[in-house]
């Protein structure tokens, strides 16, 4: 298995474009988080998907940030309108239907940087 | 607040002395993870511990759950420079959640 994949690696923007993080979880894997990861707050769930239902969004700082999951191979989240304040290091992470004893597999993340 | 706090936050050894570093809350947790996360690269599941009290051992690392579930440790015995890493702990928070700490930046010089 090639692992979660996450693309793009990097990002840079300019303020108020819009923005398109997209994940490809493990086949089989049944929940699917994002998180965003800085050296101050460091790892923050920001939504997690269940069975390809959104169960819990409370971490999606605010209305510019939304998550989709149209099937249980792909999912996006995206931005709109970016701001330098959204510079961060964003991860997907999928595990498996057995729960929380095989952990979570996390991709490599993709850093965006908005200018 | 961080709802787990981990300490010290950066730590630097030399090769072949032992360290540990630790995992606090107070809240109590159902398990609790530890992950090791290089440069450039997601963190990666080291060790799941359930059992209050329980100690796991992964080669030259040990992980210990406090008894009353709040608390964890990790001990690297003779570190080498391949477990130069932040690592993370994490708790399981409601279902199938995970609350991670900032992470315990770990450096070994050869």
């Known amino acids: 298995d090639a692992g979660v994949i996450q693309s793009p690696r990097h990002e840079v923007t300019e303020m108020g474009q819009e923005v398109t993080l997209r994940c490809k979880p493990i086949?089989?894997?049944?929940?699917l988080f994002w998180y965003r990861q800085t050296m101050m707050r460091g790892l923050e769930l920001l939504i997690y998907f269940n069975n390809n239902v959104p169960i819990d969004d409370s971490g999606m700082p605010e209305d510019r940030f939304s998550a989709k999951m149209p099937n249980a191979s792909f999912s996006t989240l995206k931005i709109q309108p970016s701001e330098p304040r959204d510079s961060a290091v964003y991860f997907c992470?999928?595990?498996?239907?057995?729960?929380?004893?095989?952990?979570?597999?996390f991709g490599s993340g993709t850093r965006l940087t908005v200018v | 607040t961080q709802l787990l706090e981990q300490s010290p936050q950066f730590l630097s050894i030399q090769e072949g002395e032992n360290l540990t570093v630790y995992c606090n809350s107070s809240s109590v947790f159902s398990s609790l993870q530890w992950y090791r996360q290089e440069p450039g690269e997601g963190p990666v599941l080291l060790v799941t511990?359930?059992?209050?009290?329980e100690v796991k051992k992964l080669k030259r690392l040990t992980f210990q759950f406090g008894d009353a579930r709040k608390d964890s440790s990790l001990h690297i015995t003779a570190a080498q420079p391949g477990d130069t890493g932040l690592y993370l702990c994490a708790g399981e928070h409601g279902n199938n959640r995970l609350a991670f700490g900032k992470g315990n930046q770990v450096v070994v010089i050869p």
């Open positions: 086949s089989g894997h049944n929940s």
């Open positions: 992470a999928s595990s498996p239907r057995q729960g929380l004893a095989y952990g979570y597999t």
């Open positions: 511990v359930v059992t209050g009290g």
